[in-house]
């Protein structure tokens, strides 16, 4: 018998994304941020799961054709994973650098791709990990501990 005071179980949240749904960014960070909310983290590490949450999605909203998001919530920490169908990058090294930026002139006008998505899931995560083949799309997996434990995995 598991003894319910101490076992939690894994929570999983998966969202699909669309070209240019630029909505889904914030309901997703939304939804997930009043989970961790109910789960009583607090306000520092919801913080920057929320920021990681939003700019991931957004990637995807402004430089694929589709993709998903999915959140991983377990007793030692949060992964969010982004999958899409795209474009791809082309030189991730390039695009972690503040203020460069792929998007649009049409995506740049409405307000987005200022080029700071990426630097802020960087600084916002415990552990990035990014893989993405031109032409076909990017993988992205980020992870951030409850117990601020420092970064063991290599960073992009």
Known sequence: MVDSLTYTPK?????????KDFFIAGECASRVKK???????????IKRIAIIIY????NVAIH???????VHIDPDGITILTQDVGAGIEDIDLAMK???????????????GAGMGLSN???????????S????????????????????????
Do not use: H, P, W
Request: charged letters at 30%; one cysteine or more.
């Open 11 to 19: 929570i999983t949240v998966e969202f699909e994304i669309g070209e």
């Open 35 to 45: 989970t961790l909310q109910q789960l009583g983290l607090k306000q520092e590490i």
């Open 55 to 58: 700019e991931a999605a957004m």
């Open 64 to 70: 694929a054709t589709s993709g998903k998001l999915v």
């Open 98 to 112: 503040e203020g460069y930026s792929t998007a649009t002139y049409e995506i740049r006008e409405m307000g987005f």
């Open 121 to 131: 899931i960087k600084q916002c995560s415990d552990d990035l990990y990014i893989e």
């Open 133 to 156: 083949k031109v032409g076909v799309g990017t993988n992205l997996e980020a992870r951030v501990f409850f117990n601020n434990r420092k970064k063991t995995g290599e960073d992009v």
